[in-house]
């Protein structure tokens, strides 16, 4: 496992201390979970990226021409109106 240098404010430090203590944690595990969650939070609530979408639901349309379906059902909106 690679071995990082962070600097960290000093309240910031003796907190970590602490609540690895309190958790009975050493103070690097702690670390590598809070940044294992923010990442996995981070990974999750981003966007994908517009070519990976357009290129996993290409072809999923199979009801003929797009552009006609749509005029349709404007067309049926404005019947109802």
């Known amino acids: 496992m ?3 240098l962070v600097n960290l404010d000093p309240d910031d430090k003796a ?3 602490q609540e690895a203590r309190r958790r009975k944690l050493p103070m690097t595990e702690l670390v590598r979970q809070a940044v294992h969650s923010y990442r996995q939070r981070e ?3 981003a966007r994908p990226a517009l070519d ?3 290129a996993r639901t290409a072809g999923l349309w199979r009801h003929g021409d797009a552009l006609t379906w ?7 909106w404005d019947d109802n109106a």
């Open 52 to 54: 990976d979408v357009l």
């Open 70 to 76: 749509q005029q349709r059902l404007r067309g049926e």
């Open 43 to 45: 990974q999750s609530n």
């Open 15 to 17: 907190w970590l201390d």
């Open 2 to 4: 690679p071995k990082t």
